[in-house]
């Protein structure tokens, strides 16, 4: 994490990273940690605290419903312990409560009725999204994560349910797979920067081969 001399107070805006299995979110997340200054928190996967943790990963109907009202729940939670941190200018999320619908056994509007809210309302608490594509089986996927179950086929199909997830945000980020993970990284983290407030993004490290530091107007992508 980079020190930062900027001490003027910021709004605080919530930004969720999300993609499917294997398409490179861990490894951005620390590029992030490593690039940004302390203005910029990352919240840890409530998925991977509720399965690491021990949570049982039942293939039932039941089994699965209850993880994912476990995760959301987590998910909340986690936002809600950033929202008392003061002069948090990004919150950066590791996945949203958005992603549970993905993931959900049953139809979308059987989630939000379970979780009790709405699509509207998860959507509206997020200022972007920045979602990573999953790539193909000879694109690079892999099981490097342990906690990662799925086969390149099962993954491309969850990162397909993601996309249809989130498509009504009005500020979604899409960064397909690339030839490299760097070029994939270097465009995800140039819209990250261009989230955070003018007078922080000076601080922003320039990452060898990663991070430029020229402004590019990126714009949301639309699938």
Not at 65 to 79: G, K, M, P, T, Y
Not at 103 to 114: I, K, V
Not at 142 to 163: F, G, K, M, Y
Not at 177 to 192: D, G, N, P, Q, W
Request: hydrophobic letters at 40%; aromatic letters at 6%; a neutral charge.
């Amino acid at each position: 994490m980079i020190r930062c001399a900027c001490t003027v107070p910021h709004p605080r805006r919530r930004v969720v990273l999300t993609g499917g299995p294997g398409a490179g979110k861990t490894a951005l997340l620390e590029l992030v940690r490593q690039s940004f200054c302390a203005h910029v928190q990352v919240l840890p996967e409530s998925a991977s605290i509720v399965f690491g943790g021990g949570f049982p990963r039942e293939d039932t109907v039941e089994g699965e419903s209850a993880a994912q009202r476990a995760i959301f729940h987590v998910q909340r939670e986690l936002e809600s312990i950033a929202d008392s941190h003061v002069n948090r200018a990004v919150v950066l999320c590791d996945r949203g409560t958005v992603d549970g619908v993905a993931y959900w056994p049953g139809s979308s509007g059987q989630f939000w009725t379970s979780v009790q809210t709405t699509i509207e309302a998860e959507l509206g608490r997020y200022d972007a999204v920045i979602h990573l594509r999953t790539p193909s089986k000879n694109g690079g996927y892999n099981h490097q994560n342990p906690l990662r179950i799925e086969s390149a086929t099962v993954a491309a199909d969850i990162d397909a349910r993601i996309l249809e997830a989130w498509k009504n945000h009005p500020r979604r980020f899409i960064v397909e797979s690339s030839v490299t993970f760097m070029e994939k990284a270097t465009r995800a983290l140039e819209i990250l920067r261009l989230e955070v407030p003018q007078c922080c993004r000076a601080h922003v490290a320039v990452v060898p081969g990663v991070l430029g530091t020229n402004d590019r107007g990126a714009r949301p992508e639309t699938s």
